[in-house]
Structure formats: structure tokens, C-alpha cells
């Protein structure tokens, strides 16, 4: 898969250092993945929530955090649209960001 965009990790790393390994695995992870349906990502990451509109929460550091991707499946392309506390996320709409 091809994931956009890596900056918005590497700030939230910058920001909360401890987010930092588990935000590098994610984005290897992702970037070795070939996932072609929801199911596909439930059998990698059985954790991972997944949200209408083709959005997938992810559990980062024990679900500290979280991270919430738009998957093109067809274009194999992850678009990263929030990544944030578990608080700042309990203030977003997940399937609007």
C-alpha cells in the first residue's frame, strides 16, 4: 500500500515521542500490507475498527493513541486523516475527518 502522507506521523512522533516506534511499525506495516477488503486488514490487525466510507481506526501504544485512515482499496492507497490522543479522538467524528 502506499501511504499518505508520512509527515503527519512523524510530527505526531515529534509531539508525543512515546507514539513513536509503534507509529514507525504501523506505517511498515502498511506499506507491506496488500489489502484488498476490510477483512483483509481484521486478519493483520484484529484490533482495527472499521468505519463506513472505506476508514479504518487504528490502536496505537495499547490504544493511547489512534490513528484514522481513508483506504482506496482498488489504488491500494492509504490516506491518513487523524492521528491524535484517545481524548482528541473522542472529540472527532472519525467517519467525517
Known amino acids: 500500500m502506499h501511504v499518505i502522507s508520512r509527515k503527519q506521523l512523524r510530527e505526531f512522533s515529534a509531539r508525543h515521542p512515546d507514539?513513536?516506534?509503534?507509529?514507525?511499525?504501523?506505517?511498515?506495516?502498511?506499506?507491506?500490507?496488500?489489502?484488498?477488503?476490510?477483512?483483509?486488514?481484521?486478519?493483520q490487525c484484529g484490533s482495527a475498527s472499521i468505519l463506513k466510507g472505506n476508514r479504518v481506526v487504528f490502536n496505537?501504544?495499547?490504544?493511547?493513541?489512534?490513528?484514522?485512515?481513508?483506504?482506496?482499496?482498488h489504488a491500494e492507497i492509504v490516506y491518513i486523516h487523524f492521528v491524535g490522543t484517545h481524548a482528541d479522538y473522542d472529540r472527532i467524528d472519525a467517519e467525517a475527518v
Open 19 to 43: 507514539a513513536e516506534s509503534s507509529l514507525r511499525a504501523w506505517f511498515h506495516e502498511a506499506k507491506q500490507a496488500r489489502w484488498g477488503t476490510a477483512v483483509d486488514i481484521k486478519r
Open 60 to 73: 496505537i501504544c495499547g490504544n493511547k493513541y489512534r490513528l484514522v485512515v481513508k483506504i482506496n482499496y
